[in-house]
């Protein structure tokens, strides 16, 4: 008899635990920040077959909780980007998947102006103290050797200056394969996401493993 009234009794002391602030409180998944422009954005898809929903829906199944949050706007060139940056992290993300560049590259803007513009944004992750995964882009051979070897070379630079991880090609296994593209040629189709994420899942997840 005695034991049932304390089992009676054990849901009414817990409540009263919590509402005392007497029990820890559950820690809230990891905040992941999509920081980028239309690749990650999901143009052109169903959310469901964007990149935020297929990450999410990966790094669940390899077991990892995380609050993803796709703060990213398609057609944002880095300059851009660096523009909102401020206003994005009130979100107060605990990590962040950087990718600008590919509207720089489409408009032939001077990758000099993109290496200042991210470098600002790296500055501002490293002052708030929020890891960064950085993601390179590569540019047309259209547009010249010297554009492209410019152009190419700022992510791994600035990979090293600020010594972050980086992902050296956001469209690896994808970029020109007419079957993976959107009619655009320039936007993953679903089966194209499916490959990017696959390639980089072993790169978020680290990134998420030294929070």
Do not use: C
Request: glycine share 10%; aromatic share 6%; net charge negative.
């Amino acid at each position: 008899m005695i034991e049932i009234l304390r089992d009676g009794l054990r849901p009414i002391i817990l409540l009263a635990m919590l509402a005392w602030g007497a029990l820890p409180a559950q820690a809230a998944p990891p905040k992941l920040m999509l920081f980028g422009d239309s690749l990650m954005a999901g143009y052109g898809l169903p959310a469901e077959q964007g990149f935020a929903a297929r990450l999410q829906d990966a790094l669940e199944a390899d077991g990892y909780e995380v609050n993803i949050v796709n703060a990213s706007v398609s057609g944002d060139t880095s300059a851009a980007g660096l523009a909102r940056l401020d206003w994005s992290l009130a979100e107060r993300p605990d990590a962040v998947l950087l990718e600008f560049g590919g509207n720089d590259m489409l408009r032939g803007l001077p990758p000099q102006d993109l290496s200042r513009n991210l470098t600002a944004m790296l500055e501002r992750l490293r002052a708030e103290n929020i890891p960064v995964l950085l993601m390179g882009m590569r540019a047309s051979p259209g547009l010249g050797a010297s554009y492209v070897a410019a152009f190419d070379g700022v992510f791994p630079q600035l990979a090293d200056r600020f010594d972050v991880p980086l992902y050296p090609f956001f469209l690896e296994g994808v970029a020109t394969i007419a079957v993976l593209n959107q009619a655009d040629r320039i936007h993953p189709n679903a089966e194209g996401v499916r490959i990017i994420v696959g390639k980089m899942l072993p790169a978020v997840e680290a990134l998420l493993k030294g929070l």
